[in-house]
Structure formats: C-alpha cells, structure tokens
C-alpha cells in the first residue's frame, strides 16, 4: 500500500469499554484499537486510511433467550458457582 501510495484499512473494535467478565476479551479490542489509532498517525502521509469501527453492543432476541435459557439451566447450582455466569448474562439479558 505504501508503494502503491494508496490503500485502505478497516478494523472492528469496540467503541467504548464496558464492564463484563470478559476482560482478556475486552483488553485485546482497547489494544487493538490503539494500534490501529497508531496505525493512522503513520499511514496518512502515505496515502494510507485506517479507521476503526466500533459498534456498540447489540440487543437481539435471540440473546435474549439464550440468555434466559443459560439462567435457566444453572438455577440448580450452589451461588458461588451461578454468581459469575449470572453477572454475564443479566446485564445483557433484558
């Protein structure tokens, strides 16, 4: 891209932290947006766009109910067991 002095570059990532279990999950998406930000500040002069896109979550029905479904079928488990599944899922589940 550089030779050719042109070229585009699209990463996915998340637009903003939010908290959940998943923090490896979430600490790779901030890494790699702040590469790809970094990316930038280079690729410009050399007729290179990057951007990052960051979709925010997403509610769907299915989620929904599989959300449901999951809290469901850990309700005959000891609290300590249920508590971190129960932190993923009810925050999302609506």
């Known amino acids: 891209m550089y030779e050719r002095k042109w070229g585009r570059i699209v990463g996915i990532s998340l637009a903003e ?6 923090y490896a999950y979430n600490v790779a998406k901030a890494a790699r947006t702040q590469t790809l930000l970094l990316m930038r500040d280079k690729a410009w002069k050399h ?10 979550p997403v509610q769907l029905v299915e989620a929904r109910e599989l959300a449901h479904a999951v809290l469901a079928s850990i309700a005959h488990l000891p ?14 589940a609506g």
């Open 47 to 56: 007729g290179v766009t990057v951007n990052v896109i960051g979709p925010g």
């Open 79 to 92: 609290e300590a067991y249920r508590q971190p599944i129960e932190m993923f899922y009810l925050e999302g």
């Open 17 to 22: 932290a939010f908290p959940s279990p998943a």
